[in-house]
């Protein structure tokens, strides 16, 4: 059971945790039931009280012994037996209900207002009868004394169908192009309808003629309420012989005194959605009024919000047990959501136990263990100087650690780390000023040599990555992150010169295989994609479309040769033509050689002894250089210099 409160109001939801599925056996459901603390703990007032998907209306008997309820999918009916706390029958219909009503004081007369235009008369054995109405209806009021139903809908007339003569009565002409809702007093029976252009009709069925006009539309828009269209009614409700409340479909309820044009009290949901439903409590002088997200409770004298509930799912509709503390809601999911506020009345006397379980569950708070604690373990006990206190009442065993009171914890980390609240800070700075970089566009860093070569290695890295996740193959290293090539990257020397000639007549062959291997890509992807086997050809022998694309490629990329080829002999025909230029406008001039001392002159005559020298062998060159005594030094004319060196036997 779940426990919410709003301004001291305890609201006690009886349908929170989660419900058992319909095609569990009861073997399974006990089982589930002993295993499952959650399931076992919850509190299932009516047993089954939920719908298939979603419940759109939701009354109770006059005798208050039957909770009827209606939804989809299928159309259905299901009614509840309060004494017996589980459900009595469920009827399914041909199409969705609009409305209903139950005209006796159990379940034995009911009418439903379904949505393709038919009137259903149910009766204590089932279905009765069934007529059709001239336009779509969306609502309809029941007048006791004259036995007359009273229809509203997408028409300027009010049908009425009396009951007792079984057959249709003239209609009442208003001057609404449609109508949403309608009502009718318990007190005086005035029949009263809410139309499409914001105004209240109010009509007297004895005369049949209309006794009061009331322009809601008008009086709902305060200086403080912000109206978007015009506002339709879309709730009424009478309360007494003097009090109405109407609501509208943009979010405010308005109060009248029926001897008044002018509204007591205009009170806004401020959400903008359309009333659902509007509830009367007397007790207590509340106005319960709902809109699909919320329920608010607010003092019909001056306004002041009493409590509110937001349950979970939309709400559809909105049902207070006359006479004590519980409410019932119709939402947009299969389980009913069934409240109990002890502040507004006692529990029926079908659910007497609820007063006895609140009341415990007020004197007996349950003191959970994770409030205003913190978790330590024995080590960080240690750390902060705490550790003498194991044993003592200061400290609540737990599992592998203890829970300890969250401000001892608080004034004993102060003591022990007085800094910790700079390097908090610090660290949050931090933490921001990396979320900040993150949000910034991440450049890639390359390397400062070979920059165009790292980043052709990223994109095909990048396109092998996609290729080897729709094959779910491992990813192969990248050269980039391989040590044995880190120097390529870092060293100058290893710098790719693109203005050679052996990198611009192999360029047309790289840029031509890379071509080359997206266009293969591109067709292994299609071959997955369309998830055709075809027959493997045999190895060596090329396809048709695969031999004419390498001729291809083959033919374009020797045209690429021969291009870069010939622009090369023209950058050395334009050099030659220069360097000639050049040699053209230098002048030779005769360079003189100045001889070191103590060298002499030889004649040019020498050349010729030494060119038949040469032609000896090195040993019979040596042999005689020794007998000439001139093996250690020996000089040209051109300055070339010799070494000399002698043979060990």
């Known amino acids: 059971m ?4 709003l301004n001291e109001v305890k609201i006690y939801s009886l349908s929170a945790g989660r419900s058992l599925p319909e095609w569990l056996s009861d073997r399974k459901k006990r089982a589930l039931q002993k295993k499952d603390v959650d399931i076992r703990r919850r509190i299932e007032l009516i047993q089954d009280f939920e719908m298939p998907t979603v419940s759109t209306k939701i009354k109770v008997s006059r005798d208050g012994q039957y909770i009827m309820a209606v939804g989809t999918y299928k159309p259905r009916i299901r ?7 589980s459900q009595k029958f469920e009827r399914c219909l041909d199409s969705e209900v609009v409305t209903f009503e139950i005209l006796s004081d159990d379940y034995s007369k009911i009418v439903f207002l379904q949505c393709d235009r038919f009137v259903e008369f149910h009766s204590q054995h089932g279905h009765y009868y069934r007529t059709r109405i001239p336009k779509f209806g969306r609502d309809f009021s029941y007048h006791y004394p004259s036995c007359d139903l009273y229809f509203v809908g997408a028409s300027s007339e009010v049908y009425r169908l009396n009951l007792e003569q079984g057959r249709f009565l003239n209609s009442l002409q208003t001057d609404a192009s449609e109508s949403n809702v309608c009502d009718i007093n318990p007190v005086h029976f005035l029949f009263a309808m809410g139309t499409v252009e914001g105004k209240v009709e109010c009509w007297d069925p004895r005369t049949r003629n209309r006794v009061g006009l009331l322009d809601c539309a008008l009086s709902s828009v305060t200086a403080d309420t912000e109206i978007d269209g015009l506002p339709s009614i879309s709730a009424l409700k009478f309360d007494g012989a003097l009090n109405m409340a109407v609501g509208t479909s943009t979010g405010q ?10 509204p007591l009290i205009v009170k806004d949901h401020h959400y903008g959605l359309p009333i659902k439903s509007i509830q009367f409590q007397r007790q207590l002088d509340l106005i319960i009024s709902a809109d699909s997200r919320i329920i608010k409770m607010w003092n019909k004298d001056t ?13 559809n509709d909105v049902c207070l047990y006359p006479n004590s503390g519980m409410l019932m809601t119709a939402n947009e999911a299969p389980k009913m959501n069934i409240y109990y506020i002890p502040v507004l009345g006692p529990a029926p006397k079908w659910c007497s136990f609820l007063d006895n379980l609140t009341e415990e569950l007020e004197e007996n708070p349950e003191s959970t263990v994770y409030d205003d604690y913190k978790f330590v373990t024995r080590k960080d006990l240690e750390n902060l100087g705490l550790a003498h206190l194991i044993g003592s009442s200061l400290l609540r065993a ?3 650690g203890f829970f300890m009171d969250i401000r001892l914890y608080h004034k004993a980390k102060m003591m022990a780390n007085p800094f910790a609240y700079e390097e908090y800070r610090r660290e949050k700075i931090r933490q921001k000023i990396e979320e900040t970089r993150a949000q910034r566009v991440q450049l890639k860093k390359l390397p400062k040599v070979n920059k165009e070569l790292a980043l052709k290695l990223i994109e095909e890295e990048g396109e092998e990555q996609q290729l080897t996740r729709k094959r779910k193959q491992k990813n192969l290293p990248s050269l980039l992150k391989d040590d044995r090539f880190k120097v390529m990257f870092e060293n100058p020397d290893f710098q790719v010169d693109e203005q050679s000639e052996e990198f611009r007549l192999l360029n047309p062959l790289v840029s031509k295989i890379s071509e080359k291997r997206k266009r293969k890509l591109k067709i292994l992807e299609e071959l997955e994609a369309q998830e055709q086997e075809e027959e493997e050809e045999p190895e060596g022998k090329a396809s048709d479309a695969e031999s004419s ?3 291809d490629d083959e033919k374009g990329w020797v045209e690429e040769v021969r291009k870069q080829r010939k622009l090369l002999r023209q950058e050395e025909k334009v050099k030659r033509q220069e360097r000639f230029k050049e040699d053209q406008q230098t002048l030779l001039k005769p360079q003189f050689f100045e001889i070191k001392e103590g060298e002499e002159f030889r004649s040019f005559k020498d050349s010729a002894k030494k060119q038949k020298l040469m032609k000896k062998t090195l040993g019979d060159r040596l042999k005689l250089e020794e007998k000439l005594g001139t093996l250690n030094v020996s000089d040209t004319t051109v300055g070339s210099k010799q070494a000399t060196f002698k043979l060990k036997k």
């Not at 779940?2 to 409160?5: A, D, G, L, P, Y």
Request: net charge negative; hydrophobic share 30%.
């Open 549 to 551: 694309e390498s001729s």
């Open 253 to 262: 309820v308005l109060l009248y005194d029926l001897r008044s044009s002018n």
């Open 79 to 85: 009614c509840f037996d309060t004494y017996q706390l």
């Open 398 to 400: 737990y599992m592998h």
């Open 2 to 5: 779940q426990v919410s409160s």
């Open 303 to 315: 306004g002041k919000i009493f409590t509110s509930m937001e349950p979970e799912y939309d709400i």
